[in-house]
C-alpha cells in the first residue's frame, strides 16, 4: 500500500495525507482490501487491494486470489455506501500475470457479483493504460456483458467451458465437499385432535417414531459387544484352528508355491511396506511386547528379541504386525545383527505356516537375507545362563514368565530371580 507498490502517480496525486493513512493500516494481505480516504483526488474513497503473484504450477490459486480482489473491492464499496468505482488493472506487469487469462476473471467476477447486488452499484469502470489491455477488454466485455441479441449470441458460441463458480472463482472439483443429502421428511399424522392438546404443550411439535427413523443410524444404537469379552472369543477362534494359519491367503498374496521373486520385485515389495509402516501409528503393535530393540552382543552386534508366546497370544492383526516388523527391523538390516528368540510358553498348537514366514523374509529384502545365517550361526541354548555368554544380560529386557521358566526347567541350579530388584545373581 505504499508508493512503492500503488498504482503509478496515486500517492502524487492524493498527497501526503494518505501515505499517511496507509502507514496506519498495517498492510493489507493477498486478495483483500483496505479503504482510505482520497484526499485530494477527485474521488470520495480510494479502495486499496493487493494482487498475487502468477506462477505456472500455482495457476488455480492465483486466479482465485485475483477474483477476490476483485470482489473484496465492490463488497467494501457497498458496505461505504458508495455506488460506482473505477478500477485499474489489479494484475500488474511485475508479478507476471498472463494479462488475458486475468482480465477474464475480473470481468467474470464483476458480472457474477452485479448480478447478486445490482440494485446497489450503478457502475464500474475498467481502467487500463495500456493499448494492448483496451484491446482485450474491448473483445472480452461484450462476452460477459452482451448488450444485445447479437453480442448474446456470439457469447454463446465463444465463451470459455469454465467460466467459474457463483462467485466467479475457478472450480476445482477434486476439492468439492460432497455431503449426502438428508432423507426425506416424513409428514407426521397428528395422534390427537388440537383440542385434546393439554394447555401446558401448546407450542411443542410432535413427531411419531416413523418422522424420527428416518434421522437415526441403525449403527449407531444397536448393542455392541464389551471388547474384551470380543477380543477374547477372537483369540479362542484362533487356538482352535487345527489347520495352522494360511497368513499368506488371508493377507492376499495368493499360492505361497509361485515363482521367487527378482531383485527389483523384491526392492519395490520393501519399499513400499516401508512407506506405508512410516505412515502409520503402530504404537499398539509395539506395546504388546512381541519384538523390540534390545542392546548389543558380546561382539558388539545390534539385538532384536522375539517373544514367541506374545506372537501367538496377542497378535491378531498380522498386516500391521508385518508393517511394524518391516519398520523395526530397517535399521539393522544394513549390517550384521542377532536375533534372541524367547520360546518359553509358547507351546500352543497354533503356529504360523511357513509360507507367513517366506512371505515376510521377502518383503524384508536381500539385505536382510545378506545378514541372516540360519544354517551356521543358530545356537540354541537351554538356560539363560547360556544366553548372557552371547549377550551379556544388561543388554537384554527379557519377560518375567521367561525367568519363571528357567527355574522350573532348570531348578533354579547357578540362577536365582530376585522379585524385588529385578536382577540375575550366579551362585557362588
Not at 182 to 209: C, F, H, M, T, Y
Not at 228 to 243: I, S, Y
Amino acid at each position: 500500500m505504499d508508493e512503492v507498490h500503488s498504482s503509478q502517480g496515486l500517492h502524487a496525486a492524493a498527497g501526503p495525507g494518505l501515505a499517511e493513512e496507509c502507514a496506519t493500516l498495517g498492510g493489507c494481505r493477498t486478495g483483500m482490501a483496505k479503504v482510505t480516504n482520497a484526499y485530494d483526488l477527485p474521488a470520495r474513497r480510494v479502495i486499496h487491494t493487493v494482487g498475487p503473484k502468477y506462477a505456472v504450477k500455482y495457476h488455480s490459486a492465483a486466479e482465485n486470489a485475483l477474483s477476490h480482489c476483485y470482489r473484496s473491492c465492490l463488497e467494501l464499496l457497498i458496505e461505504n455506501g458508495l455506488r460506482s468505482i473505477a478500477m485499474g488493472c489489479i494484475y500488474t506487469e511485475a508479478k507476471n500475470y498472463p494479462r488475458e487469462p486475468a482480465a477474464h476473471v475480473a470481468i467474470r467476477t464483476v458480472r457474477r457479483l452485479l448480478e447478486k447486488q445490482k440494485d446497489k452499484i450503478t457502475a464500474v469502470v475498467f481502467c487500463t493504460s495500456t493499448s494492448s489491455d483496451t484491446e482485450i477488454y474491448k473483445r472480452l466485455l461484450p462476452l460477459y456483458l452482451p448488450r444485445d441479441k447479437h453480442e448474446e449470441a456470439v457469447a454463446i458460441s465463444k465463451l470459455p467451458a469454465d467460466v467459474g463458480d457463483e462467485n466467479g472463482e475457478t472450480i476445482i472439483h477434486e476439492r468439492k465437499i460432497r455431503i449426502k443429502p438428508l432423507p426425506k421428511k416424513v409428514i407426521p399424522k397428528p395422534s390427537q385432535s388440537p383440542a385434546e392438546v393439554p394447555a401446558s404443550d401448546v407450542g411443542l411439535v410432535q413427531r411419531n417414531s416413523s418422522y424420527l427413523d428416518t434421522y437415526l443410524d441403525p449403527a449407531f444404537m444397536s448393542l455392541m459387544k464389551d471388547p474384551d469379552q470380543r477380543r477374547q472369543e477372537q483369540w479362542e477362534k484362533t487356538a482352535q484352528a487345527q489347520g495352522g494359519w494360511n497368513c499368506a491367503k488371508m493377507l492376499g498374496f495368493g499360492d505361497i508355491g509361485g515363482p521367487p521373486l527378482s531383485a527389483a520385485e523384491e526392492y519395490s515389495l520393501h519399499s513400499r511396506y516401508l512407506a506405508k509402516a512410516n505412515s502409520l501409528n503402530l504404537s499398539e503393535i509395539a506395546e504388546m511386547k512381541i519384538l523390540y530393540r534390545g542392546g548389543v552382543d558380546s561382539e558388539g552386534r545390534p539385538v532384536m528379541v522375539v517373544v514367541g508366546a506374545h506372537f501367538l497370544l496377542r497378535c491378531l492383526e498380522l498386516e500391521r504386525f508385518i508393517l511394524y516388523v518391516v519398520k523395526e527391523f530397517e535399521p539393522l538390516i544394513q549390517k550384521p545383527y542377532t536375533i534372541v528368540y524367547f520360546h518359553s510358553a509358547a507351546s500352543l498348537q497354533v503356529q504360523p505356516d511357513l509360507g507367513w514366514m517366506r512371505r515376510l523374509q521377502q518383503i524384508l529384502g536381500r539385505k536382510h537375507q545378506r545378514n541372516l545365517h540360519v544354517w551356521k550361526k543358530v545356537v540354541y541354548v537351554d538356560r539363560l545362563l547360556q544366553l548372557f555368554k552371547y549377550v551379556p544380560r544388561e543388554q537384554l529386557t527379557i519377560p518375567d514368565f521367561v525367568f519363571q521358566h528357567d527355574i522350573e526347567v532348570n531348578g533354579g541350579k547357578g540362577l536365582i530371580v530376585d522379585p524385588r530388584t529385578k536382577y540375575i545373581y550366579h551362585r557362588p
